[in-house]
């Protein structure tokens, strides 16, 4: 068994966060002491406002494309749209915002961006037409059954596959999968629904329809705690979250490499506690924290 010797994470909010990645990542380039030499950032990932072939969650970004992209590409870090809507049809395939988003977004220079699919139509239109991109099986498919995973890693339209949360800990089978499927996984670390939740896949579908602009109502959460919302303290009390002892002392030692931390809904002061907990030294987490707070210009709440 090979251990890994880098952990790269996969961040959101490419055009949620964008204030804030335009802080931390000068931090994360010139000051590389501050953090863990054994982590890198693989990607970042999300999707603008408005943008009907999105999922997951309803993007809510509203930075320049154009913007996002320099930014990207100046850091050198990969770009992720996270077109990850379930319920795409012939008619949405000629969308201009969505097309003119892989038209800038398919050159990243030397290093390749990708899309966060759901939809095999989709994936097959922007194959066709935006053959720069690679691809990342959406979590959006609730892949709960470890057979229907292992089938995903098979599929080679995929560069990375999403599992569902739940699968985060079925250790003998994941240590099990070869070392090709064990590059493709990329778990979901830091997932705050209910684990015993049975209703995931309409949750899904209720955002990929109000992303499609249908007027649907809100949908109904079944998990008992569900008035309480996120919080990164209770998300650490999921079976299924991998924290970042684990993500040392297991999943690198058992050939895993890609984690997705996920958090386009929620505000930028959550998402900075993340960047802290997950790529920070303890002895620098003040320090990122000061150099992010007293920057007056970033609205953080």
């Known amino acids: 068994m090979k251990i890994v010797k880098k952990a790269y994470y996969h961040l ?3 055009f949620e966060f964008y204030e804030l990645y335009r802080r931390f990542l000068p931090l994360f380039r010139e ?3 501050y953090f863990y030499d054994w982590c890198e950032i693989g990607s970042i990932y999300g ?3 408005d943008c009907i072939w999105g999922g997951g969650r ?3 970004g509203d930075e320049s494309p154009l913007d996002v992209a320099a930014l990207i590409k100046e850091y050198g870090i990969s770009a992720r749209l996270t077109f990850s809507n379930s319920l795409i049809r012939e008619s949405h395939l000629g969308d201009r915002k969505c097309n003119a988003l892989c038209e800038l977004f398919e050159d990243n220079g030397s290093l390749q961006n990708g899309v966060i699919i759901h939809s095999d139509l989709l994936m097959d239109y922007i194959s066709e037409k935006y053959p720069g991109f690679y691809f990342v099986s959406s979590t959006t498919k609730v892949l709960t059954e470890f057979d229907e995973f292992e089938a995903e890693l098979n599929r080679s339209e ?3 596959v999403v599992p569902d949360f739940r699968l985060n800990k079925e250790h003998d089978r994941l240590r099990a999968l070869t070392k090709e499927q064990k590059d493709k996984v990329e778990f979901l670390c830091n997932e705050c629904c209910w684990y015993d939740c049975y209703d995931r896949k309409n949750c899904y579908e209720n955002v990929s329809r109000k992303s499609l602009g249908e007027n649907v109502e809100d949908h109904i959460c079944v998990s008992p705690d569900a008035d309480k919302g996120y919080t990164f303290s209770e998300a650490m009390k999921n079976p299924g979250f991998i924290g970042i002892s684990s993500i040392q002392d297991e999943y690198m030692k058992d050939g895993f ?3 997705k931390i996920e958090g386009r809904s929620l505000g930028s002061a959550i998402i900075l506690e993340f960047l802290l907990y997950y790529m920070t030294k303890p002895d620098y987490q003040l320090k ?3 150099e ?3 920057d007056s210009m970033l609205d953080l709440f």
Do not use: Q
């Open 12 to 14: 959101p909010g490419l």
């Open 31 to 33: 000051h590389r002491e």
């Open 47 to 49: 999707a603008p406002a």
């Open 58 to 60: 309803v993007g809510f």
């Open 158 to 160: 995929f560069k990375y």
């Open 257 to 259: 490499s890609n984690f």
């Open 288 to 290: 990122v924290r000061e």
């Open 292 to 294: 992010i707070y007293l």
